[in-house]
Nanobody, 114 residues
Framework: QVQLVESGGGVVQTGGSLTLACTFYGTRFAEYGMTWYRQYATSRPMVARIAAAGNPTYAEAVEGRFTLSRDNAKSTTYLRMDNLKPEDSGLYFC?????????WGQGTQVIVSS
């Protein structure tokens, strides 16, 4: 079984920074790509994705402000968020796709005050 646990959310002022973490409990973490999403009222768009080989890609809205990395020794991905804006607020989830089954964490809340 696989379990994902997100952490690092909080309240920050506009222009501030946060680093979210997603820890993978399972085996063979290094073989899987990991994706972060942000929950809106009716959608959950992708924020950033990192391949097993470590190549990150980003949504246009966060390109240049967010940095996604992974530490395979700790089975954890880190989403560094800089120059935060109020529209970055939301519940952030990480996801992994294993053999056509998607696994989600419980999410971590980010609030950016103006």
């Amino acid at each position: 079984q696989v379990q994902l646990v997100e952490s690092g959310g909080g309240v920050v002022q506009t222009g501030g920074s946060l680093t979210l973490a997603c820890t993978f409990y399972g085996t063979r973490f290094a073989e899987y790509g990991m994706t972060w999403y942000r929950q809106y009222a009716t959608s959950r768009p992708m924020v950033a994705r990192i391949a097993a080989a470590g190549n990150p890609t980003y949504a246009e809205a966060v390109e240049g402000r967010f940095t996604l990395s992974r530490d395979n020794a700790k089975s954890t991905t880190y989403l560094r968020m800089d120059n935060l804006k109020p529209e970055d607020s939301g519940l952030y989830f990480c996801n992994v796709l294993l053999r056509d089954t998607g696994y989600w964490g419980q999410g971590t809340q980010v609030i950016v005050s103006s």
